[in-house]
């Protein structure tokens, strides 16, 4: 890019990579966003040296670099490249804090959507903890070294919201380390000693805590299957409360102590339960005539008439 000014050929070229990629063109869609990556960040690297950026060319590279970013991350997903998504990201950008927090979060999803859990989370602790929160933003602790060291000048310095900066922390403690039991701990403890507003670490902090305890409180629960009649699921409450006040368990426990609901539902599929029991009444249906009937005077009807029938045949058999 010739003159910095003018940033329309970058855009055009965008515009163009965007196509590629809608019409699944991947390759030329990622081939051209790396290169597009490129020369956005040598340039930006050259004239921040030189203190040449304003604030206004600041925001409009920062929105070329992320339209870029997410065609490439796009485009290595259609190419069934979504594992190296992040290790290309980092080749490309240096540092994760450089990279747009929008693609950022793409890639860790398309990541994650690989089962690539221990990757992601390396990738996730080490963006978040290169982050420092001064005057309600975040900036990279690298930026801000740099910056002391050179207190005359106003060269350009990457930050970014809390908002955003949320985004990736609830990605990382809520989806990532808190959807199991072993990661809920880790999770409160970051959390803790994060840099994070007092306010949104006390939000975060509680809604952890009743993800914690609505997990122990419905795993603690005994579930009755619902297709149960009723009197078997009067009978499972009933045992299970017996259970609560003996040490030991009765002559069908055989000397065992965990007696729970599966035990309990094979116990009933062991016992001979006529099947008309399920089915309080039933339906017949003669032409244009639907007539309930009560399922036991159905199993009685059934009954008489198999009786006649053998009856009948008997009789058939003697006349011969």
Request: proline fraction near 4%.
């Amino acid at each position: 890019m010739t003159d910095m000014d003018d940033h329309s050929p970058i855009w055009i070229e965008i515009d163009r990579a965007e196509s590629y990629l809608v019409c699944c063109m991947s390759d030329e869609a990622m081939v051209l966003a790396s290169s597009i990556l490129k020369r956005l960040l040598e340039n930006h690297n050259q004239n921040n040296k030189e203190c040449k950026i304003s604030k206004h060319f600041d925001e409009e590279w920062y929105d070329m670099l992320e339209s870029s970013g997410m065609v490439l991350v796009q485009a290595m997903k259609q190419l069934k490249r979504a594992s190296e998504i992040l290790k290309e990201l980092k080749m490309l950008f240096g540092s994760f804090t450089v990279v747009p927090v929008q693609v950022f979060l793409t890639g860790v999803c398309f990541q994650m959507s690989e089962g690539l859990s221990t990757t992601v989370q390396d990738s996730l602790e080490e963006f978040l903890n290169n982050w420092i929160y001064l005057d309600d933003r975040y900036y990279p602790l690298s930026c801000t070294e740099a910056r002391e060291s050179n207190k005359g000048q106003a060269c350009s310095m990457i930050s970014i919201e809390v908002e955003k900066y949320l985004e990736v922390v609830e990605l990382y403690v809520v989806t990532l380390l808190a959807a199991s039991v072993e990661g809920m701990d880790l999770a409160i403890s970051w959390v803790e000693k994060s840099m994070l507003p007092m306010e949104k670490r006390r939000d975060l902090l509680r809604r952890l805590q009743s993800m914690s305890s609505s997990t122990v409180t419905s795993s603690s629960q005994t579930s009755i299957p619902p297709q149960l009649p009723d009197e078997y699921k009067s009978n499972i409450l009933d045992q299970n409360r017996s259970n609560e006040h003996q040490k030991d368990g009765g002559p069908y426990l055989s000397g065992q102590r965990n007696y729970t609901v599966k035990d309990e539902i094979l116990k009933l599929s062991r016992q001979r339960v006529p099947c008309f029991w399920w089915f309080p009444t039933i339906n017949l249906k003669f032409g244009n005539i639907q007539l309930p009937v009560p399922s036991g005077k159905l199993l009685l009807a059934s009954l008489l008439l198999i009786i006649c029938y053998v009856t009948r045949k008997k009789q058939a058999m003697l006349k011969r």
